[in-house]
């Protein structure tokens, strides 16, 4: 039942979305040659479909809430969907790695690609575990500097370099 | 405290005091001759398009000229203003250029960038487009057109290249100009032109040397030129000037610095590639795109002068085309 | 006859650079294809300066082989890592990741090299026999049958897994709608910006497949308990026999022609045939819901479609001189640096290039064939190494590549983004394939239907009258209905079948299933 009201909320979500978009769209600025065809004739087509279309997935997933909270009344057991710890702690795990990946970019920025990058590998790769330590430390750097060199030397094509001081040092790496 | 090899602890401090000598002094790469190491252009075009092709051609020379390389740097896409804001994030050390055109003009008039954060350096290509009809279009020459253009304002429809960009400002003159009025359709170049050859669309906006295979073989036809003078490998077609209207618009390419960037840098720079554009490698390099007709090196006050020029047409044309409100 | 055909060997014979040329640029375009980010356009442009020594036969070669290899080389990553490393190679991702998770690699890569092979031979020769008649035919492809032929291609979104029609319905429109983010195309207005300048250059298909499928995957895997077997572990390529190859021979054929056909007409390529001909498998298929878990059919289509379509944009390139594709628009460059004039007379004029380009092409499909065997296995390797240096090292390049690119954080950003979409689409039960179609065909179909609606003096009924143009629009709505009609009724057939078993026999026997689910088991 947990899924059916979160196939629910998600439908609804998409129906609201597509009609907010729908009124940016006809806010677009008017271009003066191509009034039949302009900015927000595309967006509005689309969006006016995905209306429906969600529309519709609101009015089935509905029915099917409703038709399992019936079967609940009627005496049998529900699913409940709740999660279990193990699934909570792998939960956390994905937003682990989802927010490293997250300060990897910001990193790339201002840090320059090849602190940055080091750094990533690093916690990365302890936060996934595998037991031989000595190789997830070797591996950062020599996987940087192998990249670098492949981009800058051979490919001629541009890294990141960061901002400041870090600059600075990325000028002397490569 | 866990114990560390032997040997980490001053390894460890000449780093930190490397990193310190090197942040103390920034200037340290300038110490020897500008430029010491590449400098890198920054463009809004795709790898490998024709502004790649001009960077590495000039640059080719260039690194003769002073030991260093001009490396390409594509930032495609949003109108030119991503490349932009790429620009601008670099330091004004003198490694950084932009590889400007009509696009970064159109986009200051359009309060979309500011052109006076530019230095312009030296303009070096300047180009000339025309109106390209198929073969067997009912157009035969331009006064055709230009009769049934007046008679049925707006239903020729003419190929361009890019939204809101130079060939739809040129084409805006034209019809502002003339009093023929034609409905410019946008599409990538390809298409355009594989349209115009299979009678989609009646005629298309194309610079000489991108449709130079098809004029020559005769399935396209060239009706106007728009430049001061008609091009010696077309002798027949007349300038739009000629015609009685004044549209000379053209692409073209240039190198700008930052505007406070310094102008002992920007001295050297300019002499390189006024070196670099007569040697043989680029003179080849130019007539096969066939752009050597009226690409006269423009040094830094003629080039500022010319962007001016510039962008009071462009802003005049695109507030009567309604782009400017 | 035959006579140009015996000049350009006597020429490739008497230049022994050339085969070794074409080697490299193979290898070197299997490189470029499998890393994330770096396409074959990048493989291709880096290329170009260093055509300048040679002449321009030998440098068009070079270009050229980059641009087979690379086609096959991002159904390496696609099928073994599940990132793509080019975006013609997001369709393979679809069925070849899932049937390489069944410890099938080895069949995956092997279909993979042989539909690549045989598409690329098969565009090759209608490069070779009919260069200049399908130049002709893709001329009378104007915007709306570019309109009608995007509309094909998104319909079958309809069909595509075995989920919800509405879902995948939602999902294909939410890619329409993602694609519209950036410059408007015709009149050059921001949409959807939000005033964000990192927005104006919108959601660029390569970065968002490339987080879609590989970061994507990357969190998926870190969700899941890290004791599941490593099924991909053994891999060596092994090549479909004969049988299975002829059992898919229909597809085989109708992707390559497809393939060669969308390969031909200017502006869209390799990528695009591959969306439409997977498309067209899932629309054309007996079992279109089993498209995604890893059907034969899912890897062969797209992977012929997109090595025919490298033979099939040489045809505008060679025979009109107007590029069929981006790469081939990067290889005029290249042609044009040497001084050749592309254009209707370059077939006359220049033979010995034209020919030897077009026994190159050949030999380079033939040679991608034999490096593709041990470079899959090379990759395979890489398999064995523990998952926590190889996703986090995956992460990295797709970050470099993708910036590599374009200079431009924000694509980084989007690939972020298109991550953490794709993995909750995923758990949603949102099919991403529809999505991904949506995004890629999406910009094509708006585009061409404004430019058609301009050219035909905004009459709808003018637009859909022409003839390929109401031909394939009508084919598209009847394969809409189609799609519906059978989605109704296996809807039905599963209702029926759970209407049978979900009355238990008793109220205290513990039923199994918690209220009324599709599929439920039979208790």
């Not at chain 2, 405290?1 to 602890?9: D, K, L, N, Y």
């Not at chain 2, 920034?26 to 252009?41: K, L």
């Not at chain 2, 007349?238 to 001295?267: K, N, S």
């Not at chain 3, 499909?365 to 490096?371: D, K």
Request: net charge neutral; glycine share 10%; charged share 10%.
């Amino acid at each position: 039942m947990g899924k059916a009201i979160v196939n629910l909320a998600v439908a609804g979500f998409f129906f609201l979305g597509s009609i907010w978009l729908w009124y940016i769209a006809d806010g677009f600025p008017t271009s003066p040659r191509y009034s039949q065809i302009d900015t927000d004739y595309w967006p509005k087509l689309v969006f006016a479909l995905m209306a429906l279309t969600t529309g519709g997935q609101v009015v089935s997933s509905a029915l099917s809430l409703r038709a399992e909270l019936k079967a609940w009344n009627a005496g049998l057991a529900p699913d409940t969907g709740m999660p279990s710890a193990q699934s909570m702690f792998i939960f956390l795990r994905v937003i682990a790695m989802a927010v490293l990946i997250m300060a990897y970019y910001f990193g790339f920025q201002y840090l320059g690609f090849s602190i940055a990058t080091v750094l990533f590998l690093w916690l990365a790769t302890f936060t996934v575990s595998f037991r031989n330590a000595a190789v997830k430390i070797l591996f950062a750097p020599l996987f940087t500097m192998a990249l670098a060199l492949i981009f800058t030397q051979v490919l001629a094509l541009p890294l990141p370099r960061g901002v400041g001081v870090f600059y600075d040092i990325s000028l002397l790496l490569y | 405290m866990f114990s560390m090899p032997r040997g980490t602890a001053p390894t460890l401090a000449a780093i930190c005091a490397l990193a310190l000598t090197v942040a103390a002094n920034p200037t340290r790469a300038e110490a020897q001759t500008y430029p010491s190491r590449s400098i890198e252009v920054v463009h809004q075009y795709g790898a490998g398009g024709g502004t790649d092709r001009f960077i590495r051609a000039v640059g080719v020379p260039f690194e003769d000229v002073t030991g260093q390389a001009l490396v390409p740097i594509s930032v495609q896409g949003g109108g030119g203003i991503p490349a932009y804001a790429n620009f601008r994030l670099r330091r004004s050390d003198g490694y950084a250029l932009m590889a400007i055109g009509p696009d970064q003009v159109i986009a200051h008039a359009l309060g979309r960038i500011d052109i006076n954060t530019l230095m312009p350096l030296a303009r070096v290509q300047y180009d000339q487009g025309l109106f390209i009809v198929r073969s067997d279009s009912p157009f035969e020459t331009i006064h055709d057109l230009i009769a049934t253009a007046k008679a049925d304002p707006g239903a020729i429809k003419v190929g361009i290249t890019g939204a809101a960009g130079f060939d739809e400002t040129l084409v805006g003159l034209w019809n502002l100009r003339s009093g023929a009025e034609v409905t410019a359709v946008p599409f990538g170049s390809a298409e355009m032109v594989s349209n115009t050859l299979g009678g989609q669309v009646d005629a298309m906006y194309e610079e000489y040397g991108p449709a130079r295979g098809l004029l020559e073989s005769g399935d396209l036809r060239a009706l106007v030129v728009f430049s001061e003078q008609r091009l010696p490998v077309l002798p027949d077609v007349p300038t739009a000037q000629e015609l009685g209207y004044d549209v000379t618009l053209g692409r073209w390419r240039a190198f700008a610095m930052h505007a406070d960037a310094d102008p002992d840098h920007a001295a050297v720079l300019v002499d390189a590639i006024a070196h670099a554009v007569e040697t043989d490698s680029y003179k080849t390099f130019e007539a096969q795109s066939a752009l050597q007709y009226r690409s006269v090196l423009l040094g830094p006050s003629d080039f500022r002068a010319f962007v001016d020029r510039e962008a009071e047409v462009y802003t005049a044309v695109l507030t009567q085309l309604g782009f400017i409100q | 006859m035959l006579e140009p055909f015996v000049e350009a060997i006597a020429y490739m014979f008497g230049n022994p650079i050339t085969f070794l040329l074409i080697i490299f640029a193979v290898i070197w375009g299997i490189a470029f294809g499998s890393v994330p980010g770096l396409t074959g356009i990048v493989g291709v442009a880096l290329l170009i300066p260093f055509t300048f020594v040679f002449d321009p036969t030998e440098g068009l070669l070079l270009l050229g082989g980059v641009y087979v290899g690379s086609t096959f080389g991002g159904s390496i990553s696609a099928i073994l890592f599940n990132t793509p490393g080019s975006p013609e190679a997001a369709c393979t991702a679809l069925d070849g990741y899932p049937m390489a998770k069944r410890g099938q690699a080895g069949k995956a890569l092997g279909i993979a090299l042989s539909a690549s092979a045989i598409g690329g031979i098969f565009g090759t020769v209608v490069l070779t026999l009919l260069a200049p008649p399908m130049a002709r035919l893709a001329l009378s492809f104007g915007p709306p049958e570019y309109f009608a032929l995007a509309v094909l291609g998104i319909t079958a979104i309809s069909g595509i897994g075995g989920g919800s029609l509405l879902k995948g319905l939602t999902a294909g429109l939410l890619g329409l709608g993602v694609a519209t983010v950036g410059l408007d195309p015709i009149t050059g207005m921001e949409r959807y910006t939000f005033g964000n300048l990192g927005l104006l250059t919108g959601v660029s298909f390569v970065p968002a497949i490339i987080g879609m499928f590989a970061l994507a995957e990357v969190l998926q895997r870190v969700s899941e308990s890290h004791r599941t077997p490593e099924a991909t572990a053994k891999v060596s390529t092994q090549l479909p026999t004969l049988r299975e190859l002829l059992a898919t021979r229909i597809t085989l054929l109708r992707s390559s022609t497809v393939g060669a056909i969308i390969g031909a007409l200017p502006g869209v390529g390799a990528t695009t045939a591959a969306f439409i001909s997977y498309s067209e498998a899932v629309r054309w298929s007996k079992h279109p819901e089993a498209f995604g878990t890893g059907v034969a059919e899912g890897i062969a289509a797209p992977e012929a479609a997109n090595n025919s379509a490298v033979g099939g944009s040489m045809i505008p390139l060679l025979a009109l001189g107007i590029p069929g594709s981006a790469t081939t628009a990067v290889m005029l460059g290249g042609l044009t640096i040497h001084g050749i004039i592309p254009g209707p007379l370059l077939m006359q004029q220049n033979t010995q290039l034209v020919y030897s380009v077009f026994l190159g092409m050949m030999l380079a499909n033939v040679l991608m064939l034999l490096f593709g065997l041990p470079a899959a296995r090379y990759f395979a390797l890489i398999l064995r190494a523990p998952y926590a240096l190889v996703g986090p090292a995956i992460v990295v390049l797709c970050m470099t590549g993708v910036y590599a690119l374009n200079s431009n954080p924000f694509d980084v950003a989007v690939m972020l983004i298109m991550g953490a979409t794709g993995f909750l689409l995923r758990r949603l039960q949102y099919p991403v394939a529809s999505f991904i179609i949506g995004l890629v065909l999406g910009p094509i179909a708006e585009l061409s239907l404004r430019q058609g609606l301009m050219i035909v003096d905004y009459s709808y009924w003018a637009f859909a009258s022409r003839p390929i143009t109401a031909v394939l629009l009508l084919a598209a709505l009847a394969s809409l209905v189609y799609g519906f009609y059978g989605q109704y009724r296996r809807h039905r057939a599963r209702r029926t079948a759970v209407g049978v078993m979900s009355i238990p026999p008793a109220p205290t026997n513990g039923a199994t299933s918690g209220g009324v689910r599709e599929g439920a088991q039979p208790p």
